[in-house]
């Protein structure tokens, strides 16, 4: 593989396109990242020289496929620092990982009258599957709020924790506020409580150096389509002992040892979670994203980013009438920023930056109760990644500038 | 970088009606009523009617939404107060039609009032919920008075 | 899309590729087909211009891609005449589908006490969700047993089915015994008991034209990855009231409508189903596959497909000592056609065959009770493709032939 | 076409092994007894030891199986017969490693006798369950005796 961190954009070929005649400015980067050639040129040599069923075939082309599919395991193990390949389960997507824990471990282990702890700022993906669990088993679900300025509330989150708490689900990184909270501390809290921790890293794991056993945390769940890899992939690691006592959600194909008309045993974690034929094209695409990020180094992501961040908040913090959502210091925005302008809809800014090119999201960001804590229906959040420049900072928050006059303007 | 396209869409009368919306607010007499939300922004829209034999006496629309949603909203009221309920509908169809792209024949453009200028929503596909959620209120509305 | 019939193998490049320094012949198709060019690059493509996650933005890009999702969508329902392209829900796979209605619709509908009928040639996708389903609800499961010629006893399928049956889960082709069974009719006889019926149609997609309004079947599910798409994508067709009453099981991302902390509304169907970020680039391939398919005509494929095997059955029937699963008649054999070589071990046959660079599946195909009917622990099956030719079934018989002189001589 | 590599998986001792397999069938004094399943075939293949004094008095299988399977249950019983159970422990491990294709000491593979010819399995990866079959039943029931 070869990547230049100086020529980086070449790697990818939709940065160059044209949106309504203007070039592309991509800042919707929390919803997907772009792809880059070589993690596409990965894939197709795979299906072009490799392809084949896994675990299926005892013929050499079936075992190179397997070996490469079991591989990019090793792969995402390292990369999280898991201490066991075996920890890592593929999925479709951070939404099917924490779906599978809330089906096959929450039901394990939540019984009636139990605690469920999430944040304010959880994505629907770790919120919705709770709520239906709690409604399935008569639980409690509890929020963490927020405190004034906008972040998670750790003092609330340690009164809020109880020995009935069987599940802390928290997301590492808010897709719309874009600050961090501080896992490892919360993990350590919520264990001395006996509580399980789920952690959504869907936002962190493009962007900051992952080390699960450092955290401690008990599970969590990423996809690949936002760290460069293609949509479909996802994963969710958990610790050993944790997988091993959890049942199967999807039955069939591979993930079955031993089947009588009446009876199936499984094959042990992570294969049991594995139903059907995998996305092995996308797991090796996940293996090549990896790569991609490694080469460019997490670190020098991370500092890109926040250069980024550092040239983009003052300017947009000087537009008369515009609200930043989340906290006002750039060291706490991980790549997102998330605001309003003033008497303008969100919908109405995100048309008229697409006119300009520029391809911001405008919405709930799949955080409806976030929102109402904020006060607001909807949001404009722009997401920035290693690829994007200072100069395409200049240029959104001239494009505002130009949406911002055109709707004031016409108004008057 | 230009807004040319923006103007297109957003034109004097589109930002006009969001800006001073026409017939917002419950109307006294309600015989219908009906609220539609759009899952992709979060924004309700309310709109009640009033219908006298078959007959919209009065129509008015509440609720929070973007410059589009408002201003359709409020040039919908415009156009169908004092219809019939039937041809209220066929207004309706007409302007969903219209939104989507589809030709329609020009004696329905023009009944269509201010509300045809959202024509050019055809060329903003993610922005047709936005335009057409009042409408569908309505048709709504006015379905139940036939039961 | 350039495609000529002559030249397919083209489209192929990994049909050139070499297995232990022999020029692959692959006849695994049944596992997985290969992908041809023309998928990969549309693929490609749409990841270097047009790539956005979808349902979510305003803007031009997100557009782009939602309409390119959602198109696909027309397509595989104008490819299985389906009424409604609303009628089409994206997963990951046929295994993911069949869950899907057995978790979904299975828990919906079946009671204590009813039963739910399925053939003994089921994949273990479509038969441990049944059983799994059955075990929970304490519901009786039911097997069709085979003829003596080895096909769908279709009389004692009348007598299986009672008032009481609920659910019939059967596949329109075996992957063992390449038999295809008689859909309509057996839909029929079901729908007169008011049962629902469930097709599995993994090994008939590629092959043969469906058309699942003249079936009348309730639910359909396939592979993408069987027809030329990638891997990780998958349909489930299923009538439009019947999706409609059917409850989500992943939640999140935007297959929702409204969320309160405490409350959750869904959109309709097909989105209630799809949670997540699907799997966009594997729905663009599915697209292209389809397109692939359409050009080179479902008629044309049959036919090509059935001149194979009036080739290949023949030349196999006349080896000593091997035994053919299934109908002995060409025309009973979709593409597929399992057997065993007296006195050695199918994984000895496999491994032999593939010193010859001949890839064919040896085990129990996930069809373990099916195995345990016939008598056998496992088999070795060749499934061929429009891209194989009369030159390869040569070359496979000739193969076939030295491992068993390998064997026989060996061990004299 | 050429079945070299074959010749070398199956070497003649291999498939005279399989042929005619060494202690197969149940031993009549047996102190533990382990079944194991290979998924990917169906296959089951069992062993039956007797261990007194921690030295194993005697060794047999049983079931049904591959060229590679049977041939390497057979060889497995013929090397760890009479071993202690240390011993024979040890002996499972550097055949667990020679199948990986791991470099192991010139005296451990001496001690392995026929069944180091399963080395060559390392290039047939698709293949190591089955040889690896019996000898992790003998594992276990090895272990078995320890407690
Ligand atoms: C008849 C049949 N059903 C189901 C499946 C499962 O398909 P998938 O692994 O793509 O889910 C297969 C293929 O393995 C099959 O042949
Ligand atoms: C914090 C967070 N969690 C979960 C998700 C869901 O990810 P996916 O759609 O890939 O399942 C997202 C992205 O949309 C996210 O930002």
């Known amino acids: ?412 | 970088m230009s807004l040319n396209k923006l103007n297109l869409l957003y034109r004097a009368v589109v930002l006009d009606h969001a800006q001073h919306p026409h017939h917002k607010g419950e109307i006294s007499q309600v015989t219908q009523k009906v609220t539609l939300h759009n899952p992709s922004c979060g924004d309700d829209i309310q709109v009640f009617i009033c219908v006298a034999q078959n007959q919209i006496s009065e129509i008015s629309f509440e609720g929070q939404g973007c410059t589009i949603s408002q201003a359709s909203a409020s040039m919908m009221t415009d156009v169908l107060q004092g219809n019939s309920v039937s041809q209220a509908l066929s207004q309706c169809e007409a302007f969903f039609a219209l939104t989507m792209g589809k030709a329609i024949a020009e004696n329905q453009k023009e009944a269509l009032g201010d509300a045809a200028v959202l024509g050019s929503l055809a060329e903003f596909p993610m922005r047709i919920k936005c335009a057409t959620l009042a409408w569908h209120a309505a048709k709504m509305a006015l379905e139940g008075t036939l039961k």
């Open chain 1, 1 to 412: 593989m070869t990547i230049k961190r100086e020529t980086l954009r070449k790697d990818f070929p939709i940065l160059d396109r044209k949106v309504n005649e203007e070039p592309l400015l991509y800042l919707d980067n929390a919803a997907t990242l772009q792809t880059p050639n070589q993690v596409l040129k990965k894939i197709t040599e795979f299906y072009q020289k490799s392809h084949a069923n896994v675990h299926r075939g005892v013929y050499t082309l079936a075992q190179e496929a397997t070996q490469a599919y079991e591989q990019v395991r090793e792969q995402v193990a390292a990369f999280i620092h898991a201490a066991n390949a075996h920890e890592i389960v593929y999925t479709r997507s951070t939404t099917e990982s924490l779906n599978l824990v809330a089906s096959s471990f929450g039901e394990l282990v939540v019984q009636e009258g139990d605690e469920i702890l999430l944040t304010i700022m959880e994505h629907h993906s770790n919120l919705i599957p709770w709520q239906q669990l709690a409604k399935r088993k008569k639980a409690i679900l509890k929020y963490v709020p927020l405190t004034v300025d906008q972040t998670l509330d750790v003092h609330a989150f340690k009164q809020q924790l109880t020995e009935k708490t069987k599940i802390v689900a928290l997301a590492q990184t808010s897709n719309v506020l874009g600050v961090t909270n501080p896992v490892k501390k919360l993990v350590e809290l919520a264990h001395q409580q006996h509580a399980y921790v789920v952690v959504d890293a869907a936002q962190t794991v493009a962007h900051h150096a992952l080390d699960v056993q450092d955290l401690n945390v008990d599970f969590l769940a990423f996809s690949g389509h936002k760290m460069g890899a293609p949509t479909g992939i996802g994963v969710l690691y958990g610790k050993s002992e944790l997988l091993k006592a959890m049942p199967p959600i999807q039955f069939g194909g591979e993930m079955i040892e031993n089947v009588t008309k009446t009876t199936a045993t499984w094959q042990p974690a992570p294969w049991k979670f594995e139903a059907g034929t995998p996305n092995i094209g996308g797991v090796i695409g996940l293996g090549a994203a990896i790569d991609y990020l490694n080469h460019l180094e997490m670190s020098w992501i991370a500092a890109t980013e926040k250069k980024l961040m550092m040239h983009l908040l003052p300017e947009l913090q000087k537009i008369e009438g515009l609200t930043i959502y989340g906290p006002q210091t750039v060291e706490r925005h991980e790549g997102i920023v998330t605001f309003n302008l003033a008497h303008i809809h969100p919908h109405d800014v995100a048309t008229g930056l697409d006119m300009l090119g520029v391809e911001v999201r405008a919405g709930h960001h799949c955080a409806q109760p976030l929102m109402a804590a904020l006060g607001v229906e909807s949001t404009v959040r722009a997401s920035l990644s290693f690829y994007n420049s200072i100069a395409e900072m200049d240029r959104f928050v001239y494009a505002l500038k130009m949406v911002k006059e055109f709707f004031n303007h016409e108004s008057e």
